[in-house]
């Protein structure tokens, strides 16, 4: 079996009114990215999908991805380090998040292929079993404290179990007495139980983390990622008590491997699609597991075909903080998957339509794509 034919397709899905994302980096009310496409010459297919970064840029993206599919035409889906090595050539040495998401939407794609082909769903390729869903965190946006509280009020009621933060600038002003109102109100309106994960996105420099995070400790709660950049984020974890989540720092296994010899975070969030896949995905959790360093899953900005697979991926590894992100979806108005395809939520856990499926047993509406903006092979 050989691949012979990558395709990417324009996406263009709208939010809810009233549902749009917000946080410290702005407000994402348009999801604009692209499906891609892997056909084998046996007439196979397999499905990714690509988050263009910067968002609004999916033109530069797919010129980017242009080597990168070209390397895989003519090669074997089930060869994955062949593969791998041939993607890590044609991009650069410094693996950037967007030069990682580009090698994501092809990993997907393969692992949908390789499912098919043996005729099992991705999670048994990866050794997981699906039991019966996967709980899921909801992520508030960045609003007044009385707004967070109430959102966090209607999500707890709904099932969710987790609660991510969203905090930092909030309409360009950061001011640190309302960054801890919002947390005294989303704690209060959780109650008690509920997994509460502060995330400003980077949003904080490195003093303003230090005076704050001892503040919220009575509120009981993770954080996320307050500064830029590994060295500081080494500094704010020696200072603090509360338990400490790295993400956006988090790329490949090298980096991991520098975190966990640095002790500079609890735990790790890990973006499947930002780490170029599901192939690098596991072997930094196998990594993390050797090391002891806990781990959360989450998602990227991503339709309900790329929160299918991190149902499988989430089967898989059973994350320290049990909730896995990909919830984006509930949020916009158009639909990529096929209707009884894929996931799907049921209060707070996500379950899959068909889970006995081969591959991720998601395909997306044909209605819903573009006329393809890149086609390598033949
Ligand atoms: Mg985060």
């Known amino acids: 079996m050989k691949i012979v034919r990558v395709e990417a397709f324009p996406v263009d899905l709208r939010y809810k009114p009233g549902k749009e994302f917000l946080v410290s980096y702005g407000v994402i009310d348009a999801m604009q990215n692209a499906i891609v496409r892997v056909t084998t010459d046996d007439g196979l297919v397999g499905y990714g999908e690509l988050m263009p970064l910067p968002l609004n840029d999916r033109a530069a993206c797919i010129e980017e991805l242009k080597p990168l599919a070209a390397a895989i035409i003519g090669q074997d889906p089930f060869s994955l380090r062949e593969i791998y090595a041939r993607i890590d050539d044609t991009i650069s040495d410094e693996r950037t998040s967007r030069e990682l998401l580009l090698k994501g939407s092809l990993d997907f794609a393969l692992h949908d292929l390789m499912g098919k082909a043996a005729g099992v769903p991705v999670?048994?390729?990866?050794?997981?079993?699906?039991?019966?869903?996967?709980?899921?965190?909801?992520?508030?946006?960045?609003?007044?404290?009385?707004?967070?509280?109430?959102?966090?009020?209607?999500?707890?009621a709904e099932g969710f179990r987790t609660i991510e933060v969203k905090l930092g600038r909030f309409?360009?002003?950061?001011?640190?007495?309302?960054?801890i109102a919002r947390i005294a109100a989303i704690r209060k309106a959780a109650g008690p139980d509920v997994v509460i994960v502060a995330d400003p996105n980077q949003g904080w420099t490195v003093?303003?983390?230090?005076?704050?995070?001892?503040?919220?400790?009575?509120?009981?709660?993770?954080v996320e990622q307050p500064v830029k950049g590994l060295d500081d984020l080494a500094v704010v974890h020696s200072a603090i008590k509360l338990p400490m989540i790295a993400d956006e720092c988090v790329g490949t296994s090298e980096i991991l491997a520098d975190i966990i010899r640095r002790d500079a975070a609890d735990l790790i969030n890990l973006k499947i699609l930002r780490t170029g896949g599901l192939f690098e995905a596991c072997k930094m959790l196998d990594m993390c597991e050797a090391a002891g360093l806990g781990y959360r899953h989450d998602n990227v900005i991503q339709t309900r075909l790329a929160s299918t697979m991190m149902i499988h991926f989430s089967t898989t590894y059973h994350a320290s903080l049990p909730d896995c992100g990909g919830t984006?979806?509930?949020?916009?108005?158009?639909?990529?998957?096929?209707d009884g395809e894929g996931v799907y939520m049921d209060g707070g856990t996500a379950k899959l339509h068909n889970p006995d499926a081969p591959g991720m047993g998601a395909t997306p509406k044909?209605?819903?794509?573009g006329d393809p903006i890149l086609i390598a092979g033949r």
């Open 123 to 156: 999670y048994k390729l990866l050794g997981g079993s699906y039991d019966d869903g996967v709980p899921m965190h909801f992520s508030i946006s960045i609003r007044t404290p009385e707004e967070m509280g109430e959102d966090t009020a209607a999500r707890v």
């Open 366 to 369: 044909p209605e819903l794509l």
């Open 207 to 222: 003093d303003e983390a230090i005076s704050v995070l001892p503040r919220l400790e009575e509120f009981d709660v993770y």
């Open 328 to 338: 984006q979806f509930t949020r916009t108005i158009e639909d990529i998957v096929k």
């Open 171 to 179: 309409q360009g002003e950061l001011d640190l007495e309302t960054e």
